[in-house]
């Protein structure tokens, strides 16, 4: 019996540590995503996108991992009939479906970014007139309507994010999760900024041409 209890004891160890280690994986690959994101804003390299779109998919598969174990495995769901480990694993859980939704959201982004920065690198190296502007908001204008259903994937993936948080309070969750539900926080807001401004057409193209255009 001892030893079968050490058994339980060492697995129930083991799981919360590979949840752990999978939720720290996506975090992870989210902040690399984010500062290829970034980066390719001033550049436009089409590689950094690549690069983003990969890192965005593996955080969405690890935080799916950490979310899966922390529902499904059986030593875990034992832990969780205690009040206070329960609370500690559902905010897991929840932290884990957080980050998969705002990965989701992110390869909607990355993939209208790779589209908008074709089109930068099409007018650059040449001095613009009237005419080029014109010609290059039309042609973003036709990448937005294309990817409309990817603008609408992204409000639907944020607003996921923002009901899974509103479903944790964090008074009673070990610092570390505290933490990372602050981190949490300021990273919904960053979004939810960005993908204002995201909507906006002009400004995008703007700002990934590097002009003023007119209105």
């Not at 697995?11 to 989210?30: C, H, I, K």
């Not at 010609?135 to 259903?149: D, F, P, V």
């Not at 992204?154 to 070990?174: N, P, S």
Request: no cysteine; aromatic share 4%; net charge negative.
């Amino acid at each position: 019996m001892v030893i079968a209890g050490l058994a339980a004891a060492g697995y129930t160890t083991y799981a919360g540590n590979r949840v752990y280690q999978s939720l720290e994986s996506g975090r992870r690959q989210l902040v690399a995503a984010q500062a290829s994101m970034k980066a390719a804003a001033h550049s436009a390299d089409p590689r950094l996108l690549a690069a983003a779109a990969a890192q965005l998919q593996h955080a969405e598969r690890d935080f799916d991992d950490a979310n899966r174990r922390s529902r499904d495995d059986p030593a875990l769901r034992l832990v969780g009939g205690v009040p206070a480990a329960g609370r500690q694993i559902d905010a897991s859980a929840h932290l884990a479906a957080i980050g998969a939704d705002m990965s989701r959201a992110g390869e909607g982004a990355a993939a209208v970014a790779i589209q908008v920065a074709a089109l930068k690198q099409k007018y650059a190296g040449r001095p613009l007139g009237a005419d080029d502007l014109e010609a290059a908001l039309e042609e973003a204008q036709t990448i937005a309507r294309n990817y409309s259903a990817s603008t609408r994937a992204i409000g639907e993936q944020l607003h996921a994010a923002h009901a899974e948080r509103e479903r944790v309070t964090t008074t009673d969750l070990i610092g570390p999760l505290r933490d990372a539900y602050d981190q949490v926080d300021r990273a919904l807001v960053e979004a939810d900024t960005a993908f204002l401004r995201y909507q906006d057409v002009r400004q995008v193209l703007a700002d990934f041409l590097g002009v003023r255009l007119p209105a």
